[in-house]
T-cell receptor, first 114, second 112 residues
Framework: GENVEQHPSTLSVQEGDSAVIKCTYS??????FPWYKQELGKGPQLIID?????GEKKDQRIAVTLNKTAKHFSLHITETQPEDSAVYFC?????????????FGQGTILTVHP | NAGVTQTPKFQVLKTGQSMTLQCAQD?????MYWYRQDPGMGLRLIYY???????DKGEVPNGYNVSRLNKREFSLRLESAAPSQTSVYFC???????????FGPGTRLLVL
């Protein structure tokens, strides 16, 4: 089955800096890569996703890049703000397969210092 | 449109007691999932239901049972709770397998 590795496990930045979280996956059949943000005491919420036919996707201060050849994808947050502090999870799945479950990375605790 | 709802929000059990965690979604999704989240362990899939009438084991199914009551509802049952089942439980749903999952707010379970 799919295996997703996420790095770093913790990330501390100053407000206004950029933050980058990286994930690698093992199954070349995976074609869908979402990112989730989990605030303290809440469930994970989707913040951005990318499909394998696209190399990059942006939504305001958040962007995701995908390198299918190397089997890795990254989350980029620019101009970080204290409210970006949370746990971030990457995930991968193969849409349309009989397996079709999301495999999650272990999570990154992002702390943005004012 | 409430999305995914879970009850209860918090529960304390004694070892050996049983309980059922309830989950419902109002997005007309076909697939539903149960995860547990422990410190440093990320999200681990317990059971999932790809469509109404089907259920399958995930990564950590031992000690749990599930019921897909109808398209909206998916319950998780602990028949004889153990301290190792102390965790935060999340229910999620997606339109189809492998697609974007939407999570509920979680149930915090403490087994003494």
């Amino acid at each position: 089955g799919e295996n997703v590795e996420q790095h770093p496990s913790t990330l501390s930045v100053q407000e206004g800096d950029s933050a980058v979280i990286k994930c690698t996956y093992s199954d070349s059949a995976s074609n869908y890569f979402p990112w989730y943000k989990q605030e303290l005491g809440k469930g994970p919420q989707l913040i951005i996703d990318i499909r394998s036919n696209v190399g990059e996707k942006k939504d305001q201060r958040i962007a995701v890049t995908l390198n299918k050849t190397a089997k890795h994808f990254s989350l980029h947050i620019t101009e970080t703000q204290p409210e970006d502090s949370a746990v971030y999870f990457c995930a991968a799945s193969e849409i349309g397969s009989s397996y079709g479950k999301l495999t999650f990375g272990q999570g990154t605790i992002l702390t943005v210092h004012p | 449109n409430a999305g995914v709802t879970q009850t209860p929000k918090f529960q304390v059990l004694k070892t050996g007691q049983s309980m059922t965690l309830q989950c419902a979604q109002d997005m007309n999704h076909n697939s539903m999932y149960w995860y547990r989240q422990d410190p440093g362990m990320g999200l681990r899939l317990i059971y999932y239901s790809a469509s109404e009438g089907t259920t399958d084991k995930g990564e950590v199914p031992n000690g749990y049972n599930v019921s897909r009551l109808n398209k909206r509802e998916f319950s998780l049952r602990l028949e004889s709770a153990a301290p190792s089942q102390t965790s935060v439980y999340f229910c999620a749903s997606s339109e189809f397998r492998g697609e974007t999952q939407y999570f509920g707010p979680g149930t915090r379970l403490l087994v003494l």
